[in-house]
């Protein structure tokens, strides 16, 4: 852009502002729609998502901050949902951060036959209903079958205990991972890798010294989004943990049982746990958001003429 | 962006190698163990297991009120996104914030609030009741959860349409004669529809499988209130493992025509929009 170009731009004309008035008229709705909109807007909004938020802690403490406490910790299987829930989620994120990191890696990197099949293949289980997916591990490792039977004589239990609820939810929330780091890498491109090659660098050099630097906020966005899918993930964990009690609920299931026996402010208080979570993951993403826009659309995008 | 050769770059081996075997392992297997379950019936059984009257009940319910939900979500979405990108307002970064609540809030914690909410003596119900509706263990209240799960879809995927939309051809359409209305309708409206559809496809999707908010809020009265995950967790409850698998597998062929529609709308809307 020249120097001439720029100054002209920057001080329209006296026919270009008297152009832009009727056209910016044009573009934008009189009053009265504007005011029914936002207030529509600020109501749907309002009665869908902020009553239920504020309804969530009104009942969680509607018997006082002590009763409020006293629920959440003096209750040894509501404790213990809390710890089980903190033991799967983790180990459950873990196993998909691999995934993620190997899948973005080898989609975003080369080029292979079945590449558009695979990046179909890994979106397919946020199409499965949760309950359909515990089913199905349930099918393999239940006691009607030899498997699960065998697993059991050699002292291994899968359905009804831990290991059935980190599968569950690892395969609920399969594709958060790769998903949010593939276009990231992509965007990223080879060069800096490509360089540090020449240079004589090994494979994990590169790997933890390039790549992971350059999709630090990609990962870190995906590991936010998965880890509250499964700490909250209720009908695939529901179908394979046979609820039982202080052994198998984690803490949405604890939730509902808790409902079902009418202790509701008990159920509110651990509910308010679950809330705050959520709240803290959408903080989180606000703030993780412009940065993992900026790695995805590089300055350069502009300089092409995009 | 073009691959790289694989000789430029290491790993390619090892990270196709990993990612197949673990989508193999956690995901391709138990699809199949459902799938040979089922076959295992023979086809007159597994009509007979899936096709009963309680689960035909079942997949009409579970249709119908996700369809209901996301067609609901349609206008709720459409009003919200164009309000969060053409008009300021205080505290729009807060509404545009909570957009995205039912996305990272437990299904249990929705359920469990929303039947509270909406019992007589509820938050809400309170002023339903004399109304004469009742919401909390019905099938308004079934559709009340789906909306709430659903909400952030159309709204997600119309925002950034919206926000690409060039000013210039609504000027065009002013300096042409069109009335504000008009240039909504004839305009602004046909480019909003491929991503609404969109939306309303993932929600709808979503509403299909959606189980945890749901068993809060529902009576759970056969041929009523009985959605399809819940009639499989019945048969699992029975031992009844290839009835089961029957009927998750009805569910499996419809997620997956869905996908391919909601696939396709992708495709069709960046078109559009590219």
Not at chain 1, 13 to 19: E, L, M, N
Request: aromatic share 10%; hydrophobic share 55%; charged share 15%.
């Amino acid at each position: 852009m020249s120097a001439e170009s720029a100054l002209a731009s920057g001080q329209p004309t006296p026919a270009a502002v008297f152009q832009a008035a009727p056209l910016r008229r044009a573009t934008r709705d009189p009053w009265y729609v504007r005011w029914t909109l936002i207030g529509l807007t600020l109501g749907i909004v309002g009665l869908l998502i902020g009553v239920p938020l504020a309804s969530v802690f009104a009942q969680a403490t509607a018997k006082g901050l002590g009763v409020y406490w006293n629920n959440l910790i003096a209750n040894s299987d509501t404790r213990h949902a809390i710890f089980l829930t903190m033991i799967v989620a983790p180990v459950a994120v873990a196993l998909n951060v691999v995934f993620g990191v190997a899948a973005a890696w080898s989609i975003a990197r080369f080029r292979f036959r079945g590449r558009g099949l695979l990046i179909t293949l890994i979106d397919l289980p946020f199409s499965v209903s949760p309950v359909v997916a515990g089913l199905m591990f349930v099918l393999i490792f239940g006691m009607q079958t030899e498997l699960g039977l065998w697993l059991r004589d050699h002292g291994y239990q899968v359905i009804f205990a831990p290991p059935a609820l980190v599968l569950a939810t690892a395969f609920v929330t399969f594709p958060f991972v790769a998903r949010e780091l593939i276009p990231v890498l992509e965007a990223v491109g080879p060069d800096e890798e490509l360089a540090a090659r020449s240079l004589g660098a090994s494979g994990w050099q590169l790997f933890w010294w390039i790549t992971v630097p350059n999709i630090k906020w990609g990962l870190l966005y995906g590991v936010i989004l998965c880890n509250a899918r499964a700490m909250g993930e209720f009908g695939a964990v529901y179908v394979v943990s046979g609820r039982i009690e202080g052994q198998t609920d984690t803490m949405p299931l604890r939730v509902q049982k808790l409902w079902e026996g009418s202790d509701n402010p008990a159920a509110f208080a651990l509910a308010s746990v679950l809330t705050m979570l959520a709240l803290v993951t959408l903080l989180l993403k606000v703030l993780i958001e412009p940065k993992v826009r900026a790695d995805t659309e590089p300055a350069g995008k502009n300089a092409d003429g995009e | 962006m073009s691959g790289v050769s694989r000789r430029a770059l290491p790993g390619f081996g090892l990270g196709l190698g990993y990612t197949i075997t673990y989508l193999t392992l956690l995901v391709l297997i138990p699809l199949a163990a459902c799938l040979v379950k089922a076959a295992s019936l023979g086809p007159s059984e597994f009509v007979a297991a899936a096709w009963t009257p309680r689960a035909v009940a079942a997949y009409k319910l579970t249709f119908g009120v996700s369809f209901a939900a996301a067609a609901v979500n349609i206008v709720l979405g459409l009003i919200v996104a164009w309000t969060l990108v053409r008009y300021e307002f205080p505290g729009k970064r807060l509404v545009d914030a909570l957009v995205d609540v039912p996305l990272a809030l437990p299904t249990a914690v929705a359920g469990l609030v929303y039947a509270s909410l909406y019992v007589p003596n509820g938050w809400i119900g309170q002023f339903l009741t004399p109304l004469g509706i009742e919401a909390a263990y019905s099938r308004l209240g079934i559709v009340l959860v789906l909306v709430f799960t659903g909400f952030p879809f159309v709204v997600r995927t119309v925002q950034p349409v919206l926000e690409d939309l060039d000013a210039e051809t609504e000027e065009a359409a002013s300096v042409l004669g069109a009335s504000r209305w008009q240039t909504f309708l004839r305009v602004i409206l046909p480019t909003l529809i491929p991503p609404a559809l969109t939306g309303f496809a993932l929600a709808f999707a979503r509403g299909l499988g959606e189980y945890g908010s749901v068993i809060f809020i529902t009576s759970n009265k056969i041929f009523e209130t009985e959605i399809a995950p819940m009639l499989i967790m019945v048969r699992l409850e029975e031992y009844s493992y290839a009835e089961a698998a029957a009927i998750a597998t009805v569910l499996l062929g419809i997620s997956f025509v869905l996908l391919a529609a909601i696939n396709y709308l992708e495709y069709r809307s960046k078109r559009n929009v590219g």
